[in-house]
């Protein structure tokens, strides 16, 4: 990265594109921001200006970033970066953030994402592939493990069902075949082994050639408290996560080399950030999933504890330069708790005014489903913002965001009570 003051445009306007312009907005080696869309919260973010253009118009973001100079495009949600919005700005002469179509088929195609974990070695749940009912629904009879049915391709977060019974799988496989439910992301189906223990979201910058891990992250998936519910895009994370220390050394073996050994190799050809999402079973890793994007709540969580500015770390991912870049760390834990409509994730909320109160400084208000209309902040999406609380142990950085959370206030908001839940007793019983 050249010294002079960069102009950037991020792409996407949920909590992770939040987090990313509140970062980067406070860069030292920035000089202009743009959201394109952004939100309500981006919209008041000193130092960015949100653009009125889709995430899915190619032609005007390139339009716009060619006309304002822009430096980096910075793409956040995972929709785009299949459709090829990499491809397309890069021809256009654009530096941009983010895997090329191909590479992004990690997250886009489940398939072809377990048929590159075997290749690479990379450490994953038994599965089958099927494009039809009968011959899935089968395997999973044979198969006990075999409860957790995925749509192959991209599904808006909801083309995952974790299943108790056989009777599960079938209205599962019934959902997407037979009814379509997701269209042609459900052509073909994962049947996958179901593992139980603790999820740990794990990111990668990646340059083409090298890796630089950053810190891991627990999601929240279910809906509701206990881990009953639906699965939603996240309801809540914390950071760091003391799983990973203890299984750190097989985490490394069995998912982190291989990745390491395949871009060395050219097995895998991929730049931005690599999303893996890993359950530990009985003391070994598994990897769950690729994303080919930054996570969302994790996003909100972690880059709160990033001390070092991330703007040098993102243009280094384009310039195969990685490997001269240190992040620092805030010794400190976070604690990001997601409020959602009441009727999340089968609904969503739209014109509700938000009413919100100061918060603390070590309490971060990151908006997702917002909007200013008439300078009144509405809601406008099914999870509608989120507040990360920082501390010096998870219980404090849990306790200070749900307590600035209850300063915040719209028609329905609802919440996960119990995010990091488990870890703080852990903590207390020890
Ligand atoms: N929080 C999970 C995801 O971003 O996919």
């Not at 920035?30 to 973010?45: E, F, H, I, K």
């Not at 914390?238 to 060395?264: K, N, T």
């Amino acid at each position: 990265m050249s010294d002079s003051k960069k102009i950037i445009l991020i792409v996407g306007g949920g909590g992770r594109e939040h987090a990313l312009a509140w970062k980067i907005a406070s860069s030292p080696s920035v000089s202009r921001l743009y959201c394109a869309p952004g939100n309500g919260g981006t919209a008041t973010l000193a130092g960015n200006e949100n653009v009125p253009i889709a995430v899915s118009a190619f032609d005007e973001i390139a339009d716009f970033a060619l006309s304002k100079n822009v430096d980096l495009v910075v793409i956040g949600p995972d929709n785009p970066l299949a459709d090829g919005i990499v491809d397309y700005l890069e021809q256009r002469g654009l530096k941009c953030f983010g895997p090329r179509a191909a590479a992004a088929r990690l997250e886009s195609s489940k398939a072809y994402a377990k048929e590159k974990m075997t290749a690479m070695g990379v450490a994953t749940a038994g599965y089958g592939v099927f494009d039809n009912k009968t011959e899935a629904l089968e395997y999973a009879r044979k198969n006990n493990r075999a409860r957790v049915v995925k749509a192959d391709g991209l599904a808006f977060g909801k083309g995952v069902t974790v299943c108790d019974t056989i009777a599960e799988v079938e209205s599962a496989l019934a959902q997407i075949f037979d009814e379509r439910a997701f269209g042609e992301a459900g052509d073909l189906v994962l049947v996958e082994d179901r593992l139980a223990g603790e999820e740990l979201s794990l990111f990668l910058l990646c340059d083409g050639k090298s890796i630089l891990e950053l810190v891991p992250c627990q999601d929240h998936k279910r809906r509701f408290d206990k881990d009953a519910g639906p699965n939603t895009g996240g309801m809540g994370a914390y950071s760091p996560v003391p799983a990973y220390h203890r299984y750190r050394d097989a985490i490394e073996s069995d998912i982190i080399e291989p990745i390491r050994r395949a871009l060395a190799n050219g097995k895998l050809d991929y730049k931005g950030v690599l999303f893996v999402g890993i359950l530990i079973e009985d003391g070994k890793p598994y990897t769950l999933e690729f994303n080919a994007r930054f996570g969302d709540p994790e996003t909100q969580t972690f880059l709160p504890r990033l001390k070092s500015d991330l703007v040098p770390a993102l243009f280094a991912c384009c310039e195969g330069t990685l490997d001269q870049i240190e992040l620092e760390w805030d010794s400190r834990h976070s604690c990001c708790v997601v409020a959602a409509a009441r009727s999340y994730p089968a609904g969503s909320s739209k014109g509700k005014p938000i009413e919100t109160g100061a918060l603390d400084e070590d309490a971060i208000l990151f908006q997702a489903g917002t909007a200013l209309e008439g300078g009144t902040l509405v809601t406008n999406g099914g999870r509608v913002l989120s507040v990360t609380g920082l501390g010096d142990t998870i219980e404090a950085a849990a306790r200070k965001a749900y307590d600035n959370l209850t300063r915040i206030r719209f028609e329905d908001m609802d919440y996960r009570r119990d995010i990091a839940g488990r870890v703080i007793a852990r903590c207390q019983s020890k």
